[in-house]
C-alpha cells in the first residue's frame, strides 16, 4: 500500500477475464521506483496505468524481461499508457506491442526518457491508433 520502490521486477499478466472494474480501486500513488523491470501483459479491463502508478519516474532495468526494462503486450483494453511521472528508464529496452486500442503511443519519445536507451519497438500490427 505504501510502497515506494519495487526491488527488481513487477509483473501484471496473465488476467484475460478481469474486467474495468477490478482495476477501479487499484492504485499505488507512493511508488515512485522499480529497480528492475515492468511488464503488463495480457491484461483485460485495463484502459490506462496512470491511476496504477500515478507517481512512477524511474524504472532502472537492473533486471530485465526478454531485454526489456519496460513491457507492455497483449492488453487488448489499454487505451493510453498514462505514465505521466515517467522520466528515466536507466537500461533496458522499451517493447510495446499487440494493444489494439493503444493511442498516442507514437507521441512519446522514449529516447529522451532514457539515454541509454538501445532499442525500443511499438508494433502497429492490430490498428494501433
Given at each position: 500500500k505504501n510502497c515506494k520502490k519495487v526491488l527488481d521486477g513487477l509483473k501484471i499478466s496473465e488476467l484475460p477475464n478481469s474486467t474495468e472494474d477490478d482495476f477501479k480501486d487499484l492504485s499505488f500513488p507512493s511508488l515512485t521506483?522499480?529497480?528492475?523491470?515492468?511488464?503488463?501483459?495480457?491484461?483485460?479491463?485495463?484502459?490506462?496505468?496512470?491511476?496504477?502508478?500515478?507517481?512512477?519516474?524511474?524504472?532502472?532495468?537492473?533486471?530485465?524481461?526478454?531485454?526489456?526494462?519496460?513491457m507492455i503486450t497483449n492488453n487488448h483494453?489499454?487505451?493510453?499508457?498514462?505514465?505521466?511521472s515517467l522520466a528515466d528508464i536507466a537500461k533496458g529496452s522499451v517493447t510495446i506491442e499487440n494493444n489494439p486500442n493503444l493511442c498516442y503511443i507514437n507521441t512519446v519519445d522514449w529516447k529522451s526518457i532514457s539515454e541509454n536507451l538501445i532499442h525500443y519497438s511499438v508494433s502497429i500490427r492490430y490498428g494501433m491508433k
Open positions: 521506483e522499480i529497480t528492475g523491470y515492468l511488464q503488463i501483459d495480457n491484461v483485460r479491463g485495463l484502459k490506462t496505468l496512470q491511476k496504477l502508478f500515478p507517481n512512477l519516474a524511474v524504472i532502472r532495468g537492473d533486471v530485465l524481461i526478454h531485454g526489456a526494462s519496460l483494453d489499454l487505451e493510453n499508457i498514462g505514465l505521466k
